[in-house]
């Protein structure tokens, strides 16, 4: 029991101190050093969210296609120009045999001028579903989309970003395809369209400063959890009463209750939190408080999009505006209790695990409920494949069927959360960890260096 106490008081004493160290060098005097412990942890699998990842990738080039073919004058797009669209859609199959897996989508039909060159148009159910979509975009484009894009502006050092780094983010951000006149038409407070001086490139900046707007996610969060009645009867909100801000944490099987990792957490949560839309110039670029910084701002980023998940190439792009470092990946492997790493589909993507439970997101944008109707029609066509189209679900009634849609959804949250066990190294206070692969064949092995796609070989 005296031990127990001597231990304690010794924790104390040392908070104190550091904080009274931290007043006497300056705001981030004494967060300049580093003092986290570090736990090598390996990567463990988890085939839910590796299940979204291959669904949505679908998902994701049937909507790209499906624009595309709606933006084409004539309404057909020609097989001999889909070679171009194989990089951008991060297909594992060509794009020719996508668009014919899915007659419920897209229809075949011989082109007009050559009829031995096939041509694709939209078919009734993917026609009912860009109207869907469009008035979804409609509907958030002045205020939540602007608010998305504007956010990942304010966290820009410029404060303005060069569309060719945003449009690969446009989808995840719930963009409409025309976003950069479409919001620099309806809010010219906040979006300003310019060209760089240096190579004319077309950039994107902000208007002004929207101060309600240098708000994250996690200060949010943290507000609401203040001002719940549960929280004022047990303690009064106050600047010394207030709980820190913590990161939501959704460790892998096992490593919950791992003792080192519990500490290292605690010891991360208790370092300053730093917003992302402040100035962290001042920071030490090796320091933990830096690092933790770096997680703020991955957090938000991924945050802001409507699928709480996007791929590291997009992020690379953006890596020198937001004050990312150059192997910006170890954080993603360091901290698996925040992201989740994976290689589904021959590319790297990154998801923020609290934003999904049971196989769905927790907060479904309204654009995302649309998107997911694609999932029901796609796998339609699939099931009633040479029974006929008569047979096909095409009418609006029964395709928005949300007793429909949630027996397509059963395979998903069948397998959701299923990780498999992982190990730690019991090394500790080591920067560089390696990151291994479970004891299956079929896991994938992150290594925790990213000059894998260096060269860009990540499917954009």
């Known amino acids: 029991m005296i031990a127990m106490m001597l231990r304690r008081a010794s924790k104390t004493l040392g908070l104190l101190h550091r904080h009274h160290l931290q007043l006497q060098c300056g705001q981030w005097g004494w967060w300049s050093r580093r003092w986290l412990v570090k736990v090598r942890l390996k990567w463990v699998k988890n085939r839910g969210l590796d299940h979204i990842i291959d669904r949505d990738t679908d998902i994701k080039a049937a909507c790209l296609l499906k624009d595309a073919i709606a933006a084409a004058p004539s309404g057909l797009l020609p097989a001999r120009s889909l070679a171009q669209f194989q990089k951008n859609l991060g297909l594992t199959v060509p794009v020719l045999r996508f668009l014919r897996r899915y007659p419920t989508l897209f229809r075949e039909l011989p082109h007009p001028r050559f009829p031995s060159l096939p041509a694709f148009s939209l078919a009734p159910g993917a026609l009912l579903l860009h109207r869907r979509e469009s008035e979804a975009f409609q509907a958030t484009l002045r205020d939540d989309a602007a608010h998305r894009l504007a956010r990942l502006l304010m966290m820009a050092r410029s404060r303005s970003l060069p569309l060719s780094a945003i449009f690969p983010l446009r989808y995840d ?74 990161f939501p944490m959704r460790f892998p099987r096992g490593y919950g209750s791992m003792k080192k990792v519990k500490a290292w957490m605690e010891d991360f949560h208790h370092l300053p939190y730093v917003s992302p839309y402040e100035d962290a110039s001042g920071i030490d670029p090796d320091s933990d408080l830096m690092e933790k910084h770096v997680v703020g701002v991955l957090h938000e980023l991924l945050s802001l999009t409507i699928h709480k998940k ?52 927790v907060d479904p944008h309204p654009l995302s409920l649309v998107r997911d109707k694609f999932f029901y029609v796609m796998r339609t066509g699939l099931l009633y494949r040479g029974k006929g189209m008569t047979k096909l679900v095409l009418e609006e009634d029964d395709l928005f069927s949300q007793g429909n849609y949630r027996e397509e959804q059963k395979e998903q949250i069948a397998i959701d959360n299923e990780e498999q066990d992982g190990v730690y190294d019991d090394d500790v206070g080591v920067d560089d960890e390696n990151v291994g692969a479970s004891d299956n064949d079929d896991d994938e092995c992150y290594e925790l260096d990213d000059s894998d796609d260096e060269d860009g070989s990540d499917n954009g």
């Open 173 to 246: 951000l719930g963009l409409p395809p025309d976003f950069p006149s479409a919001l620099a038409t309806a809010r010219p407070d906040l979006f300003r369209l310019s060209r760089r001086p240096t190579d004319g490139a077309s950039i994107l900046s902000l208007s002004s400063w929207p101060d309600h707007l240098a708000v994250s996610v996690l200060q949010l969060r943290h507000r609401d959890a203040l001002a719940q009645p549960s929280y004022r009867d047990f303690k009064k909100p106050s600047a010394s009463s207030a709980a820190p801000l913590a």
């Open 310 to 361: 996007t791929k590291r190439n997009y992020m690379r792009s953006l890596r020198e505006e937001l004050g990312l470092p150059h192997r910006f990946t170890r954080v993603f492997t360091r901290y698996p209790g925040i992201f989740y790493l994976s290689l589904k589909c021959k590319t790297t993507t990154v998801v923020l695990r609290e934003g999904y439970q049971m196989g769905k997101l």
